[in-house]
């Protein structure tokens, strides 16, 4: 089976607060997807996403933030545009993507625009709370012609995935890594957070990655194991390893540290089990956990940069939204001021 893995250049946190502001998010965004290969055709979409939702956060969501990345599996990259505010929210989303709607005096056009140009497009919002809004835009490859894009097993639902990677603000790199492996049958998940902030931690946490790259669908103790061989004698880190058996219905699972883990399902959260220790420094002996799953689950694990005190529950609507909305909605309200934050949520989607 083909193997494919998931990974993302450092995240760029872009804070969008005045007009002043919407040049330069584009600006950022061009000059990003232009770095990774997209076209002139990609890079023009991703300029207007950009662009109006920007605009979307100074004019109606009292400021927030852009999160922008690309996401690379080798096989179809994507570039991921996320849109955060703590605002007033929508009050009716139906009537925001319409176009010709507007609060603000516009033509109305920025959320249905944002959606017909994107691959992927999704959004949550809570009157007086705020509002999440995702957009992606793959690049054309020679994959798109070929079908070499990886697909899930007959019966198994596709894999969706949604990561923030972060770093403590006024430090330059993340501590913090993650890393998602899929063969279409199978899919496994890396958290790890090296120990401390900045470039040592971050090296730490790439080393760690770079593990689990080569072995990412063995079990999550053997790969445990590997991380801890490979920081040994360096800084050391914390992580965990979940991997995914959709045909069979079962989560496995390997954490040493403070990574968190949690299985959601419609009806109740799991806690998934981490042992004491210090991946490279003090290791807890190697054990691994078993959990039952079905496709209609979600998965989250984060760093400590995230405070564990939150429930799905506590937001109506979100366990049925894109992995990646959820992932920001989890960053927005959760995240750490003192810290790297790293969360990575994955499901299957029917």
């Not at 079908?147 to 403590?168: D, N, Q, T, Y």
């Not at 042992?275 to 956990?289: E, H, I, K, Y």
Request: glycine share 12%.
């Amino acid at each position: 089976m083909t193997l494919r893995v998931i990974r993302a250049v450092a995240q760029l946190r872009s804070e969008v607060r005045e007009q002043s502001d919407i040049g330069e998010c584009r600006r950022i965004a061009g000059r990003l997807a232009q770095t990774h290969g997209f076209d002139e055709e990609g890079v023009g979409k991703i300029s207007i996403i950009a662009t109006e939702l920007a605009t979307n956060l100074v004019r109606h969501g009292g400021g927030g933030e852009m999160l922008l990345q690309v996401l690379d599996d080798e096989m179809t990259p994507q570039f991921e545009i996320m849109a955060i505010d703590r605002g007033p929210g929508m009050r009716d989303v139906a009537d925001c993507m319409r176009d010709g709607y507007s609060t603000a005096g516009t033509s109305g056009t920025g959320l249905g625009a944002t959606s017909r140009l994107s691959t992927e497009f999704d959004l949550f919002s809570e009157p007086g709370k705020g509002t999440i809004v995702l957009s992606r835009v793959a690049r054309r490859c020679s994959s798109d012609a070929t079908g070499s894009r990886r697909r899930p097993a007959p019966g198994v639902a596709p894999l969706e995935i949604g990561a923030v990677c972060v770093p403590l603000a006024g430090e330059t790199e993340c501590g913090d890594g993650w890393r998602v492996a899929d063969n279409g049958q199978t899919v496994a998940m890396l958290v790890v957070d090296g120990l401390g902030h900045g470039p040592l931690a971050a090296t730490a946490a790439r080393s760690a990655a770079q593990a689990f790259e080569e072995q990412p669908i063995e079990e999550p103790v053997s790969v445990m194991q590997s991380v801890d061989r490979r920081l040994f004698g360096g800084r050391g880190a914390v992580g965990a390893c979940a991997r995914l058996r959709a045909p069979e219905g079962k989560l496995h699972y390997a954490g040493v540290g403070n990574i968190s883990g949690v299985i959601v399902d419609p009806h109740r959260s799991r806690g998934l089990v981490s042992l004491n220790g210090t991946l490279g420094l003090q290791s807890a002996r190697g054990r691994q956990f078993d959990y039952d799953y079905s496709e209609d689950s979600v998965v989250v694990m984060h760093s400590d940069g995230l405070s564990a005190r939150w429930h799905l529950t506590d937001y109506p609507g979100l366990c049925s939204k894109h992995a990646a909305v959820i992932a920001g909605v989890l960053f927005r309200d959760h995240a750490r001021k003192r810290d790297d934050a790293t969360v990575l949520v994955a499901r299957h989607r029917s």
